[in-house]
């Protein structure tokens, strides 16, 4: 299984990023999905869920602003985050569990200056 979480970058507030999560060795038609976030000295949060037939859910700070999504073609999600705030910054990860475990993709840093 690898998870490859890509997308990050610096970006200014009230700005724009897609990020992309690529899954492997999966069925990534009938898996769950996460993203989750961790800021410097913080711990790691969930910020959004996506079941396997596309229905998200998401934290209380990024509604509203963030969007999932799935391509079940190229099985990848995707986190697209709108009018990001300096808050936002962390390094975000894909998360799912599969086959009794939790897998977790390398993480992609976004930076959001203000």
């Known amino acids: 299984v690898q998870l490859q979480a890509s997308g990050g970058g610096l970006v200014q507030a009230g700005g724009s990023l897609r990020l992309s999560c690529r899954t492997s060795g999966i069925n990534f038609r009938i898996a769950a999905m996460n993203w989750y976030r961790q800021a410097p000295e913080k711990q790691r949060d969930l910020v959004a869920s996506v079941t396997s037939g596309g229905s998200a859910d998401f934290v209380d700070s990024v509604k509203g602003r963030f969007t999932v999504s799935r391509d079940y073609a190229r099985n990848t999600m995707y986190l697209q985050m709108n009018n990001l705030k300096p808050d936002d910054t962390a390094v975000y990860y894909c998360?799912?569990?599969?086959?009794?475990?939790?897998?977790w993709g390398q993480g992609t840093l976004v930076t959001v200056s203000s």
């Open positions: 998360n799912t569990f599969w086959r009794g475990r939790e897998w």
